[in-house]
């Protein structure tokens, strides 16, 4: 993933840099399924590799082939991106090793989900009632940015005007 996040940034034919998008996408999902998160991984693969790469191909069938050299300076975007990963990682040092079983998470909220959520939710698969249950609303706010972006790129992609004479411009 690091060699294709390289590769995009490095890219300056347009069309490479958007396959190479949809590659990283798709090892994400790849990654994610690895780490027993299927759901994201479909989420991944579908709206990752697969709408964003095609919005972005649409894209560049209305723009130049290649990447315009950069007049400005390269050094202020360095600073911020240098700085967020700072915060970033700053903000994981408190976080539990992965997968350790004394982690709060898998102390208190995993049996509490396994043992009662049959009794609590009538649903016998445990990852549907977290999600459909437990996280409704969570899952319905999700649904609802998905929806809302996707509208938004709609009107976007097709908000021609009209001209006087009534054809389209």
Known sequence: MVVTAVAVVRQRDLFAAVMLTGIFSLLSAG??????????????????AGIVTVLMLGTLALTAPTEKKAVHSRILPLVVVTLTG??????????P???????????????????????????????????ASYRGYDTLGETTVIFTAGIGVLLLLGGRRRNKGGGRK
Do not use: C, K, Q
């Not at 700072?86 to 976080?95: K, P, W």
């Open 31 to 48: 990654l994610f399924v690895d780490w027993d998160a299927v759901d994201v991984a479909f989420t991944e693969a579908s709206v990752g």
């Open 86 to 95: 700072a915060a970033l990682i700053y903000g994981t040092l408190d976080m």
């Open 97 to 131: 090793l992965y997968g350790d079983p004394e982690a709060p998470i898998n102390r208190h909220v995993v049996p509490r989900y396994l043992n009662e959520s049959l009794e609590e939710t009538n649903v016998p698969n445990v990852v549907a009632a977290v999600l």
